[in-house]
């Protein structure tokens, strides 16, 4: 009984003891993080903050970068898909297959030859250089040359300093009927 008491005793004395030195650590400050190691922390934090949120800034820019530049092409190819179907019509004889008209499709296709014997046959040519989009952040134009008897056609687009260029070759359907 007496062991049981003193080692109750013991046990307290150690309680007590833990608890004093804890009120003790608390009254004197040095329980908790000091101002110096909670200011540089903090600087730390906002630091990898910073860099986090300018890489998704960045991420984001190239994105919407992309984007435009992607439209761009788009815009090109569509353009130059116009140019392919005015270029088969152009000159095309009404009634015959060149036409594109469900009714003709049995009728051989047949262009008139008239501008064949013209200096500068594909002179009246419907479409000329031109500006195609120009909305601020695109910019797209088209420049069409007629050299050799075929359409040289040049897109440019630009985008926040970026420039895509592509160039096409274009002969007409109708050129093909010139002896």
Not at 29 to 37: A, D, I, Q
Not at 89 to 112: I, S, V
Not at 115 to 141: Q, R, T
Request: glycine letters at 6%; aromatic letters at 4%; charged letters at 25%.
């Amino acid at each position: 009984m007496i062991i049981k008491r003193t080692l109750l005793l013991r046990r307290t004395i150690r309680h007590e003891s833990r608890r004093w030195r804890l009120q003790q650590n608390r009254a004197d400050g040095s329980g908790g993080f000091g101002l110096t190691e909670v200011v540089v922390s903090s600087l730390i934090l906002m630091i990898v903050l910073m860099v986090v949120l300018r890489s998704q800034l960045d991420s984001a820019q190239r994105t919407e970068q992309s984007a435009e530049l992607n439209q761009i092409q788009d815009n090109i190819r569509q353009d130059l898909n116009l140019l392919r179907q005015e270029a088969f019509g152009w000159q095309c004889e009404p009634g015959t297959a060149c036409t594109g008209k469900a009714a003709d499709l049995d009728t051989p296709m047949r262009y008139d030859t008239s501008h064949c014997s013209s200096d500068e046959p594909l002179a009246d040519f419907p479409v000329k250089s031109s500006i195609l989009m120009d909305n601020g952040n695109i910019k797209i134009e088209r420049q069409i040359e007629i050299i050799n008897r075929q359409l040289e056609i040049t897109h440019i687009g630009t985008s926040r300093g970026k420039t895509i260029t592509n160039d096409a070759s274009l002969v007409p359907q109708a050129m093909y009927w010139c002896s």
